[in-house]
């Protein structure tokens, strides 16, 4: 499978994003907590570079048991990114719409190898 260098490992600090070309089309590759995740920098609603966007935890409403709202709080446990034209938001874990399972961002596999980081296309 063709690989493309994304950068030498310890190059690209945590929380960084890294833009590289596959032909006429660019991936954000994104390190978050010591991971690396790879999607295409083309957001599904009306092509927003959506890796360029801000990264936060998924905000969640706490409901009584009568299901009054108690606020919002973030959820630690799942980061989204934010595409910064209108706001979608995908999970980083899988690149998927945080409300519709069918919107996703086109995923790609980042390995690390003899000290340089690929992402596989
Ligand atoms: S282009 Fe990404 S939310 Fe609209």
Not at 4 to 20: F, P, S, W, Y
Not at 35 to 61: D, K, L, T
Not at 95 to 118: F, I, N, Q, T
């Amino acid at each position: 499978m063709p690989e493309i260098l994304v950068c030498q490992v310890g190059e690209l600090a945590d929380g960084a994003v890294r833009i590289v070309k596959n032909n006429n089309q660019d991936i954000g590759v994104i390190r978050h907590d010591g991971a690396w995740y790879a999607y295409r920098n083309f957001c599904p609603h009306q092509g927003g570079p959506a890796c360029e966007g801000v990264r936060m935890p998924a905000a969640v409403e706490l409901l009584s048991e009568g299901g009054v709202t108690r606020g919002l709080h973030y959820d630690e446990s799942e980061m989204h990114i934010v595409c910064p034209w209108h706001g979608y938001e995908f999970r980083l874990s899988d690149g998927v719409h945080a409300r519709d399972e069918h919107v996703r961002l086109k995923k790609y596999e980042v390995v690390e190898r003899d000290g340089s980081v690929y992402v596989l296309v």
